[in-house]
Nanobody
């Protein structure tokens, strides 16, 4: 299993970023995919999830209305569109397939003026 996140960076408050996660080594089209984030000294927080076909998405209250999770099964890729970013969104963001234990290296998102 391999998960590679990308798209992070430094952005000003109110800005946007689009994260991508390229997956391989498992049947991506059958997996519920999730995005987590982690700040130093804290545990990983579930941010968003999407069902295998993309028909259902769920979000943490803290990001609802600002973040959108989506996927392209033909590309084995899951995305996280993040709008109206806030300083408290600063974290390392990870994708993960539900029910699996593998994590990618993550991508750093820093929201600061």
């Amino acid at each position: 299993v391999r998960l590679v996140e990308s798209g992070g960076g430094l952005v000003q408050p109110g800005g946007s970023l689009r994260l991508s996660c390229a997956a391989s080594g498992f049947t991506f089209s059958e997996a519920v995919m999730t995005w987590f984030r982690q700040t130093p000294g804290a545990g990983r927080e579930l941010v968003a999830s999407i069902t295998s076909g993309g028909g259902r998405t769920d979000y943490a209250d803290s990001v609802k209305g600002r973040f959108t999770i989506s996927r392209e099964n033909v590309k084995n890729t899951v995305y996280l569109q993040m709008n109206n970013l806030k300083p408290e969104d600063t974290a390392v963001y990870y994708c993960k397939a539900l029910g699996q234990t593998y994590w990618g290296p993550g991508t750093q998102v820093t929201v600061s003026s």
